[in-house]
């Protein structure tokens, strides 16, 4: 069974700084697509990234960033220039096959002015 | 395009009550996902329509469980004989048909329910 494993309950970074959430996950698939979402306290969850296991390059949308090392099955996220807006809850997600999404348990992230 | 609309947003209901969510989807959306998430963990997958078929059920889905998506457009979930245990965050995702502008799932603001 697949699962995804976020290590670090809860993280803070000073207004400015980098942070970054790790994760990692347990498959048999060899393509598969990873994300990160968002859920800010109204509690709608927002993509932030996602990656195509295929896809040796990390993907990158603005400050936000992945490191992608398919051997280890680890997918951790880098937050530049944080802003107190990235306050939220963050979750590491794996799609299974073509429509299950398998979430991790997230990480807390308050950005401090 | 208006988003992944929910509702209601929050429901308090007495315990052994039936409750009924609507999710409205991303109208060129024909896939649609339901999940549960309680307090302090990630979402649960609880079911998964393409159009109106019902293709996949959790085992977390129990027999007061049911969820319907007639005519592939909106869907609803319906928890008979609630109990305590059924308080979570229900949320609805959609997404279009795979290959179409990648892969990710659009959520909703989710249904937060409380049984008293």
């Known amino acids: 069974a697949q699962t995804v494993t976020q290590s670090q309950p809860e993280m803070s970074v000073q207004e400015a700084e980098t942070v970054t959430l790790s994760c990692t996950y347990d498959t048999s698939e060899s393509n598969y697509y990873l994300f990160w979402y968002k859920q800010p306290p109204s509690g709608q969850m927002i993509l932030v990234i996602r990656q195509e296991a295929y896809k040796q390059q990390n993907a990158t949308e603005n400050r936000f960033s992945v490191n992608f090392q398919k051997a280890a099955k680890s997918f951790s996220l880098k937050i530049s220039d944080s802003q107190l807006g990235d306050t939220a809850m963050y979750f590491c997600a794996f799609k299974r096959g073509t429509y299950k999404y398998i979430f991790g348990t997230g990480t807390r992230l308050k950005v401090l002015a | 395009d208006t988003g992944v609309s929910q509702n209601p947003r929050h429901k308090i209901t007495k315990r052994g009550q039936n409750v009924t969510f609507r999710c409205d989807p991303i109208?060129?959306?024909?896939?649609l996902y339901w999940y549960r998430q309680t307090l302090g963990q990630g979402p649960e997958f609880l079911t998964y329509f393409q159009n109106e078929a019902q293709l996949e059920k959790s085992r977390l889905l129990s027999d007061r469980f049911s969820a319907e998506r007639p005519k592939g457009s909106f869907s609803t979930l319906e928890i008979q004989r609630t109990e305590q245990g059924d308080s979570a965050m229900y949320l609805c995702?959609?997404?279009?048909?795979?290959?179409?502008?990648?892969?990710?799932?659009?959520f909703g603001q989710g249904t937060r329910l409380t049984v008293v």
């Open positions: 995702a959609s997404s279009p048909p795979e290959g179409i502008r990648g892969t990710e799932a659009f």
């Open positions: 109208s060129e959306h024909n896939r």
